[in-house]
């Protein structure tokens, strides 16, 4: 993985100094709240509702074993006891005081780790595909680019006072795990003419108040030209984005007003003027320093189902059915991938306590290269397990709460912190995705309902991705009251779509009853292997619609 | 955003988060700051309520505090209490997580 050079380690050094300084007035009083709000916001410091919340970058979900130990270390010291991760792969802690975030962020230099711009109108922290450098049919590993955009757009001076905050997500597959589609900027590697990586380039693409899907603005980039692309795009936001109208103010709102060809056209005129006194090109020999941080480790010479492996499945079916649900396939023959789901019934989704975040950190170190990617539907991967040692592992992971065998299933949600933690919130999120999760806890039911992507947000901006969940769950207030808007048939996959409002909101009390009619809905209606989603697709919301406000 | 105070409210008290820690607090009778919402003062009608929330400006102007407002209190079996779910998680702490926040520190009552 990426480590620091002399360049990365002053900046991050000399943030953590400034902030300190910053906190240090503010407490002191010599700044009031209004002049040290966006200095905090910064540096990744929010004020929620019972304390303040510090995000902790994760660049595109990767962690050394030594970064997670750091973490839980942070969450013991300074928190209570546990941190939560989200979907933009980062980490957030829910109660430090902040006269303790200074020594925080000295303890996250130490192990190269900050929180610059994972709040604020600026470019966020990017994201790509927790399978980057295994899955099979990639293009080649997207952290390397998500690097090069991370290195171009750190404190970059003419994108840190955006129209409103930016997000890029990276894919180097075709199968998209990392929701291009629904960000400012996604990009995808594909093959250009020459045989060399090259990138698509969707823009415009959202959720919050306006969903929108991005729109593919540059087809087939060069590596020279991709950081002189996107920043043609940025300038183009920069000049025409509505800094007038927060609710108007993201790029997606630019792209849907003056239309696609429009947007390429200024895009590429932008681009055109950049190049006027000789191209703008990013060296080869820096594509090839970054490169090398993403070599792939020092495999073994493996086979594939080994023999103990087997034997194992025989013998322990909880394991088997683990193996089914969470280990994916891995290019190299002998090698798998695991997920661990921190979606146990019961939990908080995407929530870890210290000792879980060591544990994962040991076991990196035995079982992965001492690696972990963070993902963004909120659960952790080991990218690199020999298959012989899955047996191993999951007894440890089952041992300490990390085993549930609910990938892509009805329990794995997306649920944002919702009104128990955030000030923006106007409903609660973890209490429904726990009831549905406890409704639904049988894991042969589970199974028998199959892929089934449950998004939940507990206001309009979002964070829980409901417009794009196969059913996706918005909390709203209504006089005091919470009640939740269901939608269903969206995805953020390569075949993204927006989800399609049901009708009226459910209260509280039957909102896991509507859940329940929805799925009892496409098992009636499901033909030979399909999905939930697939069965929408097919037959549209009418059934569904009519089997949920039947008693109305 | 949520809906922090409610204009047509009638009895109100006014809550804070304290600076150092971001810590939920209340507004006393005495001009003072207390972590429990039983200390805090009750304020009936518009004018009192402005008057009230007028107090937490010594705190204020101290840096001690941060984003003082009016909160619509309401009375349930006999017991004053925040009229939003909002207002009761913040006094109490998250409803998912009920070993933190006052309601693990016995500071709801």
Sequence with gaps: MYRYDEFDHALVQDRVKQFSGQVQRRLTGEITEDEFK????????YLQLHAYMLRVAVPYGTLSSRQMRMLAHIARKYDKG?????????????????????????????????????????????TSDQYAGVAANEVEDPRIWSEIIRQWSTLHPEFSFLPRKFKFAVTGAPEDRAAIRVHDIGIELVK????????????????????????????????????????????VYNMHGRRDHLFKSRIKILVHTIGEEEMRRQVEEEFAAMQKDGPVELPKAEIERIQAYFAAPAY?????????????????????????????????????????????VGGVAGDASAEQMEKVAELADAYSFSEIRVTHEQNLVLADVPQKDLFALWQELDANGLGTPNLGLITDQIVCPGLDYCNLANARSIPIGQAIAKKFEDLDRQNDIGE???????????????????????????????????????SADEKTSLGDITGPAFTEDKIVGAVE???????????????????????????????????? | ????????????????????????????????????????????????????????NPALEQQEIVDPYLFEIAEEDGTLVPASVRERIRMAGPTVRLDLGKQAEGKTA
């Design chain 1, 38 to 45: 966006p200095l905090r916001l910064m540096n990744g410091v």
């Design chain 1, 82 to 126: 546990y941190g939560h991760f989200t979907t933009r792969q980062n980490i957030q802690y829910n109660w430090p005081a902040l006269k303790d975030i200074p020594a925080i962020l000295e303890d996250l230099a130490s192990v190269e780790m900050h929180a610059l711009q994972t709040s604020g109108n600026c470019i966020r922290n990017v």
């Design chain 1, 192 to 235: 250009g003419e020459d045989g060399q990586t090259a990138f698509d380039i969707y823009v415009g693409g959202g959720q919050g108040r306006t969903p929108m899907i991005g729109k593919l603005i540059g087809k087939a980039i060069s590596q020279e030209n991709l950081l002189t692309y996107l920043e043609a795009i940025m300038r």
């Design chain 1, 300 to 344: 073994e010479t493996l086979e594939n189902d080994p023999d103990e492996l087997n034997a194992a499945f025989e013998k322990t079916p909880a394991f088997a059915r683990w193996v089914k649900q969470n280990v994916a396939a891995h290019k190299v023959p002998g090698y798998a991938i695991a997920n661990i789901s921190l979606k146990p």
């Design chain 1, 452 to 490: 089934l992507k449950i998004k939940i947000s507990g206001c309009i901006n979002a964070c829980g991705h409901h417009h794009v969940g196969h059913i996706g769950i918005l909390g709203v207030d209504k006089k005091g009251t919470e009640f939740y808007q269901v939608s269903l048939g969206g």
């Design chain 1, 517 to 552: 009619n929805i799925v009892e809905t496409y098992l009636s209606e499901r033909q030979n292997g399909e999905r939930f989603l697939d069965t929408y697709r097919r037959i549209g919301m009418k059934p569904f619609k009519e089997k949920l406000y039947a008693a109305h």
């Design chain 2, 1 to 56: 955003m949520a809906q922090h105070s409610n204009k047509m409210a009638q009895v109100q008290a006014v809550t804070a988060n304290r600076l150092i820690d971001g810590v939920v607090i209340y507004l006393t009778a005495k001009g003072e700051w207390s972590e429990k919402l039983a200390d805090a003062a009750i304020a009936e009608g518009k004018e009192a309520a402005e008057a009230l929330l007028a107090k937490a």
